[in-house]
Nanobody, 117 residues
């Protein structure tokens, strides 16, 4: 497993943008996916977006077109650009790594995103 450290959360007004970053504690090799999940108060954790090592992406329907995920394999990092934020996007955002060969999952500690109306 790897340690994941997120940054970039904060308070933003509706319609604004934020960029989240997540850096792994070591180099990530082999087939894997990096991504973001989020959990709002009283709700289950849900997928935001995933990106594989070769750049294939998957977005939750409600985020597609507003959020963009990308990664830098040389820096062992994944980023989430969030635009047109609404109060419904308020949640703790968790960075995620999946080792597809060894079937191992790692989570970051989470970063709070709060969107005010």
């Amino acid at each position: 497993q790897v340690q994941l450290v997120e940054s970039g959360g904060g308070l933003v007004q509706a319609g604004g943008s934020l960029r989240l970053s997540c850096v792994a504690s070591r180099s990530i090799f082999g087939p894997n996916a990096l991504g973001w999940y989020r959990q709002a108060p009283g709700k289950q954790r849900e997928l935001v977006a995933l990106i594989t090592r070769d750049g294939s992406t998957n977005y939750a329907d409600s985020m597609r077109g507003r959020f963009t995920i990308n990664r830098d394999n040389g820096k062992n990092a994944v980023y989430l650009q969030m635009n047109s934020l609404t109060p419904e996007d308020t949640a703790v955002y968790y960075c995620y790594h999946r080792d597809l060969l060894r079937d191992l999952t790692s989570w970051g500690q989470g970063t709070q995103v709060t969107v005010s109306s």
